[in-house]
């Protein structure tokens, strides 16, 4: 059974950066696509960025294409998000998923495997 755990959520100011971390264990192989998906209070739960597991795609939502990265150290079962200046409207519970194939997908209800969340909050 695969696992996802998410870390290093928490509150900062507008500009400021944050790093957050997925660990996944139990995969069953390379053939995996990681995402992080966001849900503010009364809105959908939405796409944010997402990685094949072995790098060779990646996609990102506009709203955050070119202040977040999203990558995987060779080493760890590890996904991280980059998030780099932050802005009040990224507050929200971001969520780590994981789907099986190649293909980045955009839709949340194609992902199986999801962590339980953590916290960003950007105060302006």
């Known amino acids: 059974q695969v696992r996802l755990v998410e870390s290093g959520g928490g509150l900062v100011q507008a500009g400021e950066s944050l790093r957050l971390s997925c660990v996944i264990s139990g995969r069953a192989n390379d053939r995996y696509v990681v995402s992080w998906f966001r849900q503010a209070p009364g809105k959908d739960r939405e796409f944010v960025a997402g990685r094949t597991w072995l790098g060779g795609s990646q996609e990102f939502a506009d709203a955050v294409r070119g202040r977040f990265t999203i990558s995987r150290t060779a080493a760890r079962n590890t996904m991280y998000l980059q998030m780099n200046n932050l802005l009040p409207e990224d507050t929200a519970v971001y969520y780590c998923?994981?789907?099986?194939?190649?293909?980045?997908?955009?839709?949340?209800?194609?992902?199986?495997?999801w962590g339980q969340g953590t916290q960003v909050t950007v105060s302006s």
């Open positions: 998923s994981g789907r099986g194939g190649n293909d980045v997908i955009m839709d949340a209800n194609e992902y199986m495997d």
